[in-house]
């Protein structure tokens, strides 16, 4: 009795405490297994009078938390286990700011009988809920068995997360054992309870996680194992259901440290710091009322892209590939300078013609230049119609470029210096030995002038 006001009492100091620090409001919906079962023994009870006994005085601790609503929903209490009433599941007493004797009076006066519908009830629960902007929904399912009643308390409960009603539910499992876990753990965050003790000491543990504040810095490091990277966004998605839950853009406090964030203790999370390319670190979980810290490797350095001299290009971009993979990664403007993670890269460099660069090296909190020559011009003036090709000519080799279809004017296409051939015929004359060939050179800066004839 003494070790039970012990906790209870350090409960109510930790949630008074950690309540100044919190905003939202939070709703907490306990589901009470109501079924004929809970007559089994636990100790020298049985687990309906633990349940009661227990239940009845954690709603007393929370008396006086005036962020915390209750309401209570019972399940499986209302038909004998013979009927079985797959609908049997009521919402006994709603959500109030002092609903608190009620619940208890509900709790007393309960009497076990039916059967066990989990999924229904969860179903059920989903309107218990008063439709408020930034509150806290959570259930927590106190059970003694299984699903009875061919419902998917799985597929219910990601329902409901993914609609935004609740978060992931609590379900404290009493007298299971260990191969039941499993079957729950799709459902929420799964808790055993065999002896009162041990439900006592887990019904705190949920209580707290459910209302406490938890914090977390996001420590990014470099090359050298220190937290120094910052100014990326990083996004918090629920690990079973793909939910955007947070998007920060991460920064170092006035200390040079990790800023702190506030996080909610009952998801799984993946979190996606968009680098470039992103990082994904997959499931991380929180515990609830702590400072938690997660690493991240993130090691970056810069990529300078410049044109030397006055560009010809309105847009020059490059397309950034992850030579390992093959995938574009990113499309970068010259003249620019953009953060990647330290590594390997193949650029695309879409001048005319396109240049390939391998290997290209990103250092730690180093800058790496690639530099292109200034392109030329190649004015083409025609008074008829023209098809026309531009090759590159290349240890003797010539590589398409570029095609062109002129009709009775100028074009001017920007060229990178090089050896160059013009393949050309009249439009007009349909006889394929008219084509005609000339090459010529594009210098940096400089404009080259061809008239056909």
Same mark, same amino acid.
Request: overall charge positive.
């Given at each position: 009795?003494?070790?039970?006001? !012990? ?62 609503? @209750?309401? @209570? ?22 959500? $109030? ?33 008063? !439709? ?24 219910? $409960? ?8 609740? #978060?992931?539910? &609590? ?12 079957? &729950? ?119 300078? #892209? ?40 193949? @650029? ?51 590589? #398409?470029?570029?095609?062109? $279809? ?33 090459? &010529? ?13």
């Amino acid at each position: 009795m003494y070790k039970s006001k !012990k906790i209870l009492t350090l409960l109510f100091f930790l949630i008074t405490g950690f309540a100044q620090a919190q905003t939202p409001k939070t709703r907490i919906l306990f589901v009470l297994d109501g079924s004929g079962s809970m007559y089994a023994k636990m100790g020298v009870d049985n687990r309906i009078t633990v349940a009661k006994r227990l239940l009845s005085r954690m709603v007393d601790s929370l008396k006086y938390q005036d962020e915390v609503e @209750l309401a @209570l929903r019972v399940y499986g209490h209302q038909s004998i286990k013979t009927d079985r009433n797959c609908k049997d599941t009521r919402l006994e007493v709603p959500f $109030s700011q002092s609903n608190h004797a009620a619940i208890k009076e509900k709790i007393k006066n309960l009497r076990p009988k039916g059967t066990t519908l989990i999924a229904y009830s969860l179903q059920e629960a989903a309107y218990d809920f008063p !439709k408020s902007p930034g509150v806290r929904n959570i259930i927590i399912l106190i059970t003694d068995g299984i699903e009875e009643c061919d419902g998917d308390p799985c597929a219910v $409960s990601t329902a409901l997360q993914k609609q935004g009603v609740v #978060l992931r539910p &609590f379900i404290i499992g009493l007298g299971l054992t260990a191969e039941f876990k499993t079957q &729950f753990e799709c459902v929420g965050r799964y808790f055993e309870a065999e002896t009162e003790d041990d439900f006592e000491e887990v019904l705190n543990v949920v209580i707290s996680q459910a209302i406490n504040n938890t914090s977390a810095q996001i420590n990014l490091l470099d090359n050298y194992g220190k937290p120094t990277e910052t100014d990326v966004n990083m996004t918090f998605t629920d690990a079973k259901t793909g939910k955007t839950l947070y998007n920060y853009v991460h920064t170092l406090n006035y200390r040079g440290n990790p800023d702190t964030l506030y996080i909610d203790p009952s998801y799984r999370y993946n979190i996606k710091v968009h680098t470039t390319p992103p990082i994904i670190q997959e499931n991380v979980t929180f515990t609830a009322g702590k400072h938690n810290t997660v690493a991240i490797d993130a090691p970056q350095g810069y990529l300078n #892209l410049q044109i030397d001299g006055i560009t010809n290009y309105k847009n020059l971009q490059a397309l950034v590939v992850d030579p390992k993979t093959k995938q574009i990664i990113n499309v970068q403007d010259f003249n620019d300078k953009q953060k990647y993670l330290v590594g390997k890269y193949t @650029l695309e460099i879409l001048t005319l013609p396109r240049i390939t660069q391998e290997q290209i090296d990103i250092y730690q909190d180093k800058t790496t230049t690639l530099q292109v020559q200034q392109p030329g011009k190649l004015n083409i003036v025609t008074r008829g119609n023209y098809v026309i090709s531009v090759f590159q000519i290349k240890k003797g080799i010539t590589y #398409l470029v570029k095609n062109l $279809s002129l009709t009775g004017n100028q074009n001017i296409t920007v060229l990178q210096p090089g050896t160059y051939q013009l393949t050309y015929r009249d439009a007009s004359v349909k006889e394929t030995l008219t084509t005609k060939t000339t090459e &010529f050179t594009i210098k940096s800066g400089e404009m080259k002038h061809i008239t056909l004839k």
